[in-house]
């Protein structure tokens, strides 16, 4: 346990650990609720704060044993879950392929899982050549799945707080992100969307009146019309005035979505915030894509089918990095680092 000076200056620097990460959070959380460093915080906090109750526990014999009870249920859950996880990913990966249309991004799940299945199988290959290349490799591996697991963690957070954060963000007007037609109509993963987006619009009635809602999206060489204009039909039938209605029918992509609908906005005299609605695993996204954007929005989802969610998660984490690369180059340094001490290491034994 050491001697009371040493627990003290422990105890000292975990509190000021927790006070400082808490004060970033808060600030950060002020700042923009969008951002992704705000998930970061929170694991930081998290750390600080396991470590705090850890000290506090040692100085008392019931504490300690209570502390461990809950540990050891705790990584017993947490070793299940991660037991049953790659199962899982890769049965729901096969059922999301054969319901919706194979490619890459659909089938993350199932790459996901099959990857967690083959992980100890290559580190195991790697660890009986007992050299210092396969060393280091072995050492890299982890070390990839160590970073990768705390940007996915990081992620993860940022998603759960900004979902809680964003349901009450105050708006001016509503911008629907579009989705693929069906025959030319609204699909039912876009009808969700718009449902949501006119309950978005009573929710806030008596703070704002009747907020204008933009249904966002051009035509797909695929599609017989603009989503934008099956859109504003399907609210117009569901009893949204006609004048709270403006079409937005040019977009491509998401980053259009937003731009256009945005210029639409002010060109009608209408300043933001704004509040953007979409499915819940791509409303984080939206709403880092409007920070990136400068758009004063928050995103809000509609729920989305179980079995669908698990790889379009995936996709939203994958493209979330790739816009966030200063994040990938450390992790790349982290690897890089680990694998090479490791190789010297064992190549002076």
Request: charged share 15%; net charge positive.
């Given at each position: 346990?050491?001697?009371?000076?040493?627990?003290?200056?422990?105890?000292l620097a975990?509190?000021?650990?927790?006070?400082?990460v808490?004060?970033?959070?808060v600030?950060s959380?002020?700042?923009?609720?969008?951002a992704?460093?705000?998930?970061?915080?929170?694991?930081l906090?998290?750390?600080?704060?396991?470590?705090?109750?850890?000290?506090?526990?040692?100085?008392?014999?019931?504490?300690?044993?209570a502390?461990?009870?809950?540990?050891?249920?705790?990584a017993?859950?947490?070793?299940?879950?991660?037991?049953?996880?790659?199962?899982?990913?890769?049965?729901?990966?096969?059922?999301?392929l054969?319901?919706?249309?194979?490619?890459l991004?659909?089938?993350?799940?199932?790459?996901?899982?099959?990857?967690?299945?083959?992980?100890?199988?290559?580190?195991v290959?790697?660890?009986?050549?007992?050299?210092?290349?396969?060393g280091?490799?072995?050492?890299g591996?982890?070390?990839?799945q160590?970073?990768?697991?705390?940007?996915?963690?990081?992620?993860?957070t940022?998603?759960?707080?900004?979902?809680?954060?964003?349901?009450?963000?105050?708006a001016?007007?509503?911008?629907?992100?579009?989705?693929?037609?069906?025959g030319?109509?609204?699909?039912?993963l876009?009808?969700?969307?718009?449902?949501?987006?006119?309950?978005?619009?009573?929710?806030?009635?008596?703070?704002?009146?009747?907020?204008?809602?933009?249904?966002s999206?051009?035509?797909?060489?695929?599609?017989?019309?603009?989503?934008g204009?099956?859109?504003?039909e399907?609210l117009?039938?569901?009893?949204?005035?006609?004048?709270?209605?403006?079409?937005?029918?040019?977009?491509?992509?998401?980053?259009?979505?937003?731009?256009?609908?945005?210029?639409?906005?002010?060109?009608?005299?209408?300043?933001?915030?704004?509040?953007?609605?979409?499915?819940?695993?791509?409303?984080?996204?939206?709403?880092?894509?409007?920070?990136?954007l400068?758009?004063?929005?928050?995103?809000?989802?509609?729920?989305t089918?179980?079995?669908y969610?698990?790889?379009?998660?995936?996709r939203?984490?994958?493209?979330?990095?790739?816009?966030?690369?200063?994040?990938?180059?450390?992790?790349?340094?982290?690897?890089?680092?680990?694998?090479?001490?490791?190789?010297?290491?064992?190549?002076?034994?």
């Open positions: 346990m050491g001697p009371p000076t040493e627990f003290a200056a422990r105890n975990a509190l000021l650990g927790v006070l400082v808490g004060a970033a959070l600030w959380l002020r700042r923009d609720p969008r992704l460093r705000n998930g970061v915080l929170v694991v906090l998290g750390h600080y704060l396991l470590g705090s109750v850890a000290l506090l526990t040692v100085r008392s014999t019931g504490l300690e044993v502390t461990g009870v809950v540990v050891l249920a705790a017993a859950l947490v070793g299940l879950g991660l037991a049953l996880l790659p199962l899982l990913l890769v049965v729901d990966g096969v059922l999301v054969r319901r919706e249309s194979r490619s991004a659909n089938a993350l799940s199932l790459l996901a899982g099959l990857s967690m299945i083959g992980f100890p199988v290559v580190l290959a790697l660890l009986r050549h007992e050299n210092p290349v396969t280091a490799l072995a050492v591996l982890l070390t990839a160590a970073c990768a697991g705390l940007l996915f963690l990081a992620f993860a940022h998603t759960a707080l900004y979902a809680w954060l964003a349901r009450r963000a105050e001016r007007a509503v911008i629907v992100l579009g989705a693929g037609l069906v030319g109509e609204v699909s039912p876009l009808a969700a969307r718009l449902h949501r987006a006119v309950t978005a619009v009573e929710e806030r009635r008596e703070r704002s009146g009747g907020l204008p809602i933009v249904p999206g051009g035509q797909g060489v695929d599609e017989l019309r603009a989503e204009v099956a859109m504003a399907w117009r039938q569901h009893d949204v005035p006609a004048e709270d209605v403006l079409v937005e029918d040019r977009s491509r992509t998401t980053r259009e979505n937003l731009r256009f609908s945005a210029r639409l906005l002010e060109q009608r005299g209408v300043p933001g915030p704004y509040l953007i609605v979409t499915s819940n695993y791509h409303a984080p996204r939206a709403a880092l894509l409007a920070r990136r400068g758009i004063d929005a928050q995103a809000i989802g509609c729920p089918a179980l079995y969610w698990p790889s379009a998660y995936l939203e984490f994958v493209a979330v990095m790739l816009d966030h690369r200063a994040l990938l180059a450390l992790s790349g340094l982290a690897v890089v680092g680990m694998a090479g001490l490791a190789g010297l290491s064992l190549a002076a034994a």
